[in-house]
């Protein structure tokens, strides 16, 4: 499983005892100090540059100053100490729904979205990727009403149907799926924009991937598919053999809806074609889209998945998926090392995006931080159609540090203590 684990301490017994009182502190320097903040002590974990063992890490300026095995806290202005936690890149979540606040019921265009922020950091997430809620028609409402207002950094996959995910009814007019006015839109907002969707497609043609395709290329962007139904016209093994370009994005791989494992428990032939041909493969666990006999099965053939993403909406955060550290944490117990879970869930991600930019810790990158707590135990994930499975990890968030500003602090561990605070003043 994991490679490595630094030496632990209880944070149970932190609260009791007081523990915290030297977790975070003022260096008290008369002069201007070289950091803002110290992770100090942590087991650091960046898939980028294969990082994975104990290493401080200095933030200046909201960006990442220096990765070492020892930094002097007398640099720093305040230094947290992070022992026997997990530092990994802020996590990216490819595949989430957020846009909320229109009044529209039952509708992911609406009242099924969640905000951002109030499900992100806590998770340690610090970046998603809106999976195709809005359409050319509505997306500038959407990145006026949710984008530009989040603390959450917000991408998007610009749906092909131009009302975006209003319903059943909506998501199935081809007439409604037109390519340039989509690629248009995409290339309007292209720092915002990462891609085309194609969803929930009930009928037997191709039409859906092909105009999101043709929108794709006018733009640049690759095109993520949930493949809705699987027909003899309209095949699993054609679209990843022919349709598919590299770089585009297979969405709920473990979801056995569209033939992902054949009837004798087996990986689709096609899966493998695709991947060799370049195509990512995303998880989108969802309240429908993640089967543990899925997963089991194609993983045990050694197919894993490029990304780890949660499809957020308030039915799945509300049944099995919970959120990404519980979408992850069953990536722990299917087998995979931490470091791998970390790598699908942060690097992988941000390449997938093409945002290159984000999902490592190297030196001038932004300081989007997560710092995870793995514990131990007998615990039980539950898959999308009910079924559990038990682990003995499970990750926890502790800490989450967006553009070097702490956003999320479980346990207070950059507060100081009670006592060491004058009465009347606040904690800083």
């Known amino acids: ?116 922020d109030g499900f992100t950091f806590r998770a340690g997430v610090t970046t998603v990727a809106d999976a195709g809620c809005a359409g050319w028609r509505n997306f500038e409402d959407f990145k006026e009403r949710i984008i530009d207002r989040s603390r959450t950094r917000v991408f998007a996959f610009l749906n092909i149907v131009g009302a975006g995910m209003r319903g059943v009814k909506l998501e199935q007019d081809l ?24 969803a929930h497609y009930a009928g037997p043609e191709f039409t859906p991937v092909e105009r999101s395709l043709e929108a794709g290329s006018h733009a640049n962007i690759p095109v993520m598919v949930d493949f809705g139904r699987d ?3 309209r095949r699993l093994e054609e679209l990843l053999a022919t349709k598919l370009r590299p770089g585009d994005i297979y969405t709920h791989v473990y979801s056995g809806l569209r033939r992902e494992l054949t009837p004798e428990g087996h990986a689709n032939p096609g899966l493998a074609i695709g991947r060799r041909r370049g195509i990512l493969f995303d998880v989108g666990h969802g309240g429908g889209s993640f089967a543990w006999r899925v997963a089991t099965g194609i993983i045990k ?38 470091d791998d879970v970390i790598l699908r869930s942060t690097w992988n991600c941000a390449r997938a995006l093409k945002q290159e930019q984000l999902g490592h810790l190297s030196v001038g990158a932004a300081a989007d ?31 989450t540090l967006r553009d070097g500003r702490i956003v999320y602090d479980l346990n207070g561990l950059s507060r100081p203590d009670w006592t060491t605070i004058p009465e009347g003043k606040k904690g800083k």
């Open 1 to 116: 499983m994991d490679r490595m684990m630094p030496s632990r301490r209880s944070f149970l017994g932190l609260a009791a005892g007081g523990g915290l009182l030297l977790a975070s502190r003022l260096t008290g320097t008369t002069q201007a100090a070289e950091f803002d903040l110290l992770l100090r002590g942590g087991h650091v974990i960046d898939p980028r540059s294969k990082v994975s063992g104990l290493r401080d890490v200095a933030i200046h300026n909201g960006r990442i100053a220096a990765i070492a095995a020892r930094i002097d806290p007398g640099r720093a202005s305040q230094t947290v100490d992070v022992t026997g936690l997990y530092v990994s890149p802020g996590l990216i979540d490819p595949h989430v729904h957020v846009y909320a606040g229109t009044g529209e019921r039952n509708s992911l265009t609406g009242d099924r979205s969640v905000y951002p």
């Open 175 to 198: 007439g409604d799926m037109q390519a340039r006015p989509a690629a248009d839109m995409a290339l309007r907002h292209r720092r915002v924009i990462v891609g085309v969707k194609t």
């Open 231 to 233: 027909f003899p016209q």
């Open 301 to 338: 053939e050694g197919f894993l998945p490029d990304t780890i993403s949660t499809d957020l909406h308030t039915g799945s955060m509300n049944a099995g998926m919970h959120d990404m550290l519980n979408v992850m944490s069953k990536f722990l117990a299917l087998g995979l090392s931490l």
């Open 369 to 399: 931080i997560a710092v995870l707590r793995l514990e131990t135990g007998d615990f039980g994930f539950v898959d999308s159609f009910g079924a559990r499975r038990r682990g003995n990890k499970r990750l926890c968030c502790e800490m």
